[in-house]
């Protein structure tokens, strides 16, 4: 049996993730491009498409016309809750990129969505599938660390911007790097730590180095007049079990401790860190030890390595998934409780007030 998929935006995270892990997959079809601009769909339905493949600029006539069974949502934030509803009444099982929603109001009505018409919904947090970050979480998961009662999610950038499409626009994105990169590293913390259960948040979000004219910038110089969100964005999280986790996120900030979808945690038997490379600390008879795991990764924003493909172990587990009829290893509540975190720090950046939810 091979699984029909249709693709709802196809831009650069469909045509950078999503669809070349796809086509690797023998059990999938890819027959269904739509995007608002005709000459995208068009060109990734002849790279990535079969001959009877088909081309859409509007979403509901794709759904309509196709008989599909999996739809991947690769668009603008601001449109992930409206397309992702569409395609599961339309009886599609739906990969949706990060984050889940603009809003938590949002993200509550795809799962309602799934919920209702019982079909499977995951988020693309494809940092989950990295060689480090599996292993990382089996250590997790077997109590090697004991108690994870702090963490830190960590997405800097010195000078990194993405200046093309709406990565700057407030109203289609929601906001900047907290809610583009800071959801990678917040959803890696809290999926190690296994503790989804926030408390109240304080948060401030920073607009100090937009403003710059001819920025050094790793994709050129921004427009300050369309730079409307966010550069930095900050998080302290206290869990209902008294575990707290620091977020720190950042497309453009003056500083070299830079590191993207990375996480820190300590726990009462031992701490891990994945700022360079993967090392786990601990006290053994008495005496202090870190202990570098070797491993070989790749994949991650901005660094170099060899290893299995993020994107492509992501794929593969999704569609495993529906044929097998096992849970996403992405859960929707999980990620509906990442942007509700993200949706409090900018509540309490703009009310100076904590945020308890």
């Known amino acids: 049996m091979k699984l029909k998929i249709g693709i709802i935006g196809c831009g650069g995270i469909a045509k950078g993730k999503h669809l070349p892990a796809l086509e690797q997959i023998k059990e999938v079809e890819l027959v269904a491009f739509c995007d608002v601009i005709l000459e995208r769909a068009v060109n990734a339905q002849v790279i990535f498409g079969t ?16 008989s599909l069974d999996v739809v991947h949502v690769c668009t603008p934030n601001s449109s992930h809750a409206e397309l992702t509803i569409a395609a599961l009444e339309a009886d599609c099982h739906v990969m949706c990129e990060k984050p889940m929603a603009k809003t938590s109001a949002e993200a509550k009505q795809m799962i309602e969505a799934a919920e209702r018409t019982g079909k499977k919904l995951t988020i693309g947090y494809q940092n989950r599938f990295r060689t480090d970050s599996r292993y990382l979480q089996e250590v997790c998961q077997e109590g090697a660390l004991g108690d994870i009662y702090f963490g830190k999610a960590h997405a800097i950038r010195r000078r ?26 917040l959803d890696l913390t809290l999926w190690m730590m296994n503790n989804y259960q926030p408390k109240y948040v304080v948060g401030k979000a920073y607009h100090k180095l937009a403003d710059t004219e001819n920025a050094a910038n790793a994709w050129g110089s921004w427009n300050p007049e369309k730079f409307k969100v966010e550069d930095s964005a900050f998080g302290f999280i206290v869990m209902e079990n008294g575990a707290s986790i620091f977020l720190e996120s950042s497309w453009a900030l003056n500083s070299l401790d830079v590191k993207e979808a990375k ?30 795991i070797e491993l070989e990764t790749g994949g991650v924003d901005f660094y170099d390595g060899e290893g299995d493909d993020p994107a492509l172990t992501e794929a593969q ?14 859960k929707p509540k999980q990620a509906l409780v990442v942007t509700e975190i993200l949706e409090a720090i900018y509540e309490s950046s703009t009310t100076g007030q904590p945020v308890f939810l």
Do not use: R
């Open 317 to 330: 587990s999704w569609i495993t998934a529906i044929l097998e009829d096992q849970e996403p290893v992405v």
């Open 263 to 292: 996480t820190t945690l300590c726990g009462t038997k031992g701490g891990a860190d994945m700022n360079a490379g993967l090392t786990l600390n601990g006290e053994d008879h008495s005496l202090l030890f870190e202990k570098k």
């Open 160 to 185: 990194a911007v993405p200046t093309w499409g709406v990565f700057l626009d407030e109203e289609a994105q929601g906001g900047g790097p907290l809610i583009d990169i800071g959801t990678h590293a």
């Open 51 to 66: 001959e009877d493949a088909k081309v859409f600029t509007n979403y509901k006539e794709m759904l309509a016309e196709m």
